[in-house]
């Protein structure tokens, strides 16, 4: 049903305009910062009389009583309630483009950096990775995500010493982060001393000496670990990872353990490739995609635009997925408002219907869901035998086979019905569009690899892949969707606690070292290790743990027990400010600023979810009076400040020339062969893929069907089965501001999403107050001061934004055989306050 602009505050028109700008800046306006949080939700809200009054005491709503918090503040904003979007991007999403790219930097700087935003002679978007077309590429060539992304990249405010000086890290702690991430772009390293309650500054030099000189007093080198963020260029990893292998330990945790291990996982060995095996030109040849626990419209913006062609070529897509989200609903391009021949429709039309069937799965049951849809294709394949399975491409490349299909009958349609909450008649429905058809592809992301079940999910995926003949040929293939720019990069460049023997064998052959072979920490280990006192100095590539990862108290208590904490990072986050005796900031460049050394101007390069390495090159001045460097010059002074005269490598060229770390990437890492030549070809190149080319190289040489274990999870009486997400004004743990305006909520990031039925079950009214406690082995956890909002999600299931949620997210609760931490699969009870 059509929502009216009046009735809706999530699509285009003058009410949600009027909504969104309350707390979105304007041209020429900064973001409100510091405004201390209420604790009561309907502070500045439209609340009447019948509203219920919280009773929660104001200094019980925080669990965390350390002077310096590592959850955010617990206090409310005001929370106001709209009708749930039906259409995502559209003109508004142009206006909040504009806005924050204006209120951040300047009408002149910040529409210099968006007309630069993922262009061949520009910068490589900060935000996801989702590809940029081969060819013609607009001329803007970015999403509100990324014009969010980049502001904030290109920010003029200026953290620095009399900042740090006003502000002590318990006085920070109190700040949001959104207002954190707000205050501006680090200028000069700094340093917390033993005992002291502020950050303050030390030179280069000394930083340098201080890392070199922590990390070599380690009785072992495993007694470090050194993180990553996937935000990390190639050539920054690159050395990233051969500095710690020189200083001899595989503890290379990132953020790749927390989203996308899963699908490694399970497609390495029924495919030999831990990647997708599709390209952007592939989803617009698409006849059907199933599109699997991914929220592209507020994830991965971009990619609406692939389905609008997609589905202008007749394509038909499928949607699994807990909730219904914008994106996958109804699309308007915000391109034709470039247009002024589209623009008239574009603004009266509800744009491009997105999905075909919807399937509006129970958390984790997605891969009972798989197993109906492939029993159905069985069925099918009965009644027309040769007509529905590819009979040839499972004779010729797969093996399991039969025992596929036993597991298949073995699995009831009563068992995938009670599970999932999908009827086997809407499974059919679904099925029947891919029976007709070959030109499959299936994207999923995090809503299934942080579930339980995730890795077996994805082999049942692959299942029906391989059951169809759908990969290895035009429109057809595997599309696990990374949530961050240079992810999948920083794998390939090494960045990885499980390496394989090839590729140290190539970092022996061309450094003339040993490199450790046995397996380092991944994130939930290293945040075991540093919970039991095992790890004395923790150095971060960029990135939040203590906001992305699960357990936020059990991760902040291993902190406060670190010796020397390190965070090459551009901007200040909750994780710079819970640490143990000693921490350093070492302000770097972002992809957005000019980057000169000795040899002139510099470039980086990028990995996106598709295989593509292309250039990155910066366009903007960095901030004056800044004492910020490069990642890689950065990475080479602890680098030289550690190994001394221990190490061949050539720290300082690399340094002053990053043609120097391709060549180093080029003779180590296949398929990066003349990289320096490649990458300076427009748009960049290709790397290597098997499976595209229905080359499996797993161990036995085919592609593997997978009998997968179906496990089954019992609920107690009144419990729920939360998830963790990301709202619209957000980016993985950067908080932007407190809307997300496709879910009709505003003014507020403390929310639980629950439908309304379980909320009448307990008695909690709209806007009520609760309490939510975790249940996992015996321990619990808790959150206090959630405001209950009623939603359109499964019965017995809920919903909360991360980093808030993460406190209720066990560290022992991963996923099976990935060790990915369940943000999709959290057992929960709610208590109204």
């Not at 305006?741 to 505003?746: A, F, I, L, Q, T």
Request: aromatic residues 8%.
């Amino acid at each position: 049903m059509e929502n009216s602009p009046a009735e809706d505050p999530g699509q285009s028109g003058k009410a949600e305009q009027q909504a969104a700008e309350k707390n979105v800046p304007r041209s020429g306006e900064r973001p409100a910062q510091g405004q201390a949080p209420t604790l009561d939700p309907w502070a500045n809200s439209d609340k009447t009389d019948a509203d219920p009054r919280p009773m929660q005491a104001p200094d019980t709503l925080n669990a965390d009583k350390h002077p310096i918090l590592a959850q955010p503040p617990a206090g409310l904003t005001g929370l106001k309630l709209g009708k749930p979007a039906t259409v995502a991007a559209g003109l508004t999403a142009v206006l909040k483009s504009g806005q924050y790219a204006w209120a951040y930097d300047g009408p002149l700087r910040g529409t210099r950096a968006l007309l630069k935003l993922n262009q061949k002679d520009g910068f490589d978007c900060s935000s996801c990775a989702w590809p940029d077309p081969d060819d013609h590429r607009s001329f803007a060539e970015f999403c509100e995500n990324g014009a969010k992304a980049t502001a904030s990249d290109a920010q003029r405010d200026p953290v620095g010493p009399e900042f740090f000086a006003r502000h002590s890290l318990a006085e920070l702690s109190r700040m949001t982060d959104r207002d954190l991430n707000n205050a501006g772009r680090i200028t000069h390293p700094m340093v917390l001393r033993p005992g002291a309650t502020h950050y303050t500054p030390i030179s280069w030099t000394e930083a340098f000496e201080l890392v070199g000189r922590e990390l070599n007093a380690l009785p072992s080198p495993h007694e470090a670990v050194f993180y990553t963020s996937g935000k990390v260029p190639n050539e920054p990893a690159f050395l990233y990872q051969l500095f710690v292998r020189q200083f001899g330990t595989n503890n290379l945790p990132d953020c790749s353990n927390m989203c996308h291990e899963s699908s490694g996982a399970a497609l390495t060995n029924t495919t030999g490739l831990g990647k997708g095996s599709v390209t952007l030109n592939d989803i617009h040849e698409a006849e059907v995609i199933l599109i699997i626990g991914q929220n592209p419209g507020t994830n991965h913006p971009r990619m609406l635009s692939a389905l609008q062609e997609a589905k202008r070529n007749g394509a038909q897509i499928i949607s699994i997925n807990p909730l219904k989200e914008a994106g996958l609903l109804n699309f308007k391009n915000p391109q034709d408002f470039t247009n002024p021949l589209r623009a008239l429709g574009a603004l009266l039309g509800n744009g491009t219907p997105i999905t075909d069937v919807y399937l509006q799965v129970r958390i984790n049951s997605d891969q009972l869901v798989m197993r109906g849809l492939m029993k159905c294709l069985l069925d099918a394949e009965q009644l027309n035998p040769g007509q529905v399975l590819d009979q040839t491409f499972i004779r010729e490349y797969t093996t399991g086979y039969p025992e596929l299909i036993e597991t298949l009958n073995q699995t009831s349609w009563a068992d995938i019905e009670e599970a999932s909450g999908i009827s086997r008649a809407e499974i059919q429905e679904a099925a029947s569009l891919i029976a007709r058809h070959k030109k499959i592809i299936t994207c999923w992301a995090m809503g299934l690899t942080q579930q339980k079940n995730g890795v077996y999910t994805i082999q049942e995926i692959v299942n029906l892949h391989f059951l169809k003949g759908a990969v290895g040929i035009p429109g057809a293939g595997l599309c696990p969707v990374r949530g961050h720019s240079n992810v999948q990069g920083d794998r390939t460049m090494g960045i990885w606690e499980r390496p394989a023997k090839s590729f140290l064998d190539a970092l022996e052959r061309e450094f003339s070292f040993q490199p450790p072979r046995e397996h380092g920490y991944d994130t939930v280990e290293a945040v075991k290790a540093l919970h039991e006192g095992k790890i004395k100095v923790f150095v971060a590539m960029g990135g939040n743990l203590l906001g992305a990862c699960s357990d936020t108290e059990f991760v902040a208590e291993g902190m406060r027990k670190l010796r020397l904490s390190v965070h090459v990072t551009p901007k200040l986050n909750r994780g710079h400010l819970v640490n143990g005796e000693m921490a350093l900031l070492l302000p770097c460049h972002t992809r957005i600023d000019l980057d000169v050394q000795q040899s002139g101007p510099q470039f980086m390069s990028c990995e996106n979810s598709m295989g593509v390495v292309s250039m990155s090159k910066g366009v903007l001045e960095p901030l004056p009076n800044s004492q910020m460097l490069s990642e890689v010059a950065i990475v080479c002074g602890m680098a030289l400040a550690t190994l001394g005269e221990r190490s061949t490598v050539d720290w300082v060229g690399c340094t002053q020339n990053y043609d120097l770390v391709r060549d180093y990437v080029a003779r180590t890492i296949p398929g990066f062969e003349k990289f320096n030549e490649k990458v300076r070809e427009p748009g960049g190149f290709y790397l290597p893929n098997g499976p595209r080319e229905r080359n499996f190289t797993t161990d036995n040489g085919k592609a593997n069907f997978t009998s997968t274990p179906l496990e089954k999870h019992a609920l107690q009486p009144g419990q729920l089965v939360m998830m963790t997400m990301r709202s619209h004004d957000q980016f993985n743990t950067t908080i932007y501001d407190y809307n997300d305006r496709y879910r009709g909520v505003y003014n507020e990031r403390r929310v639980i999403f629950l439908h309304p039925a379980d909320m009448a079950e307990r008695g909690i009214p709209e806007k009520g107050l609760v309490s939510i406690t975790s249940h996992f082995e015996g321990q619990q956890r808790h959150a206090l001061g959630f405001v209950a909002v009623p939603y359109d999600i499964p019965r017995g299931n809920c919903a909360t934004y991360f980093p808030e949620g993460n406190v209720l997210v066990p560290i022992g609760s991963v996923a099976y055989k990935s060790n990915t931490p369940t943000s999709k699969f959290v057992v929960v009870t709610i208590e109204k306050v």
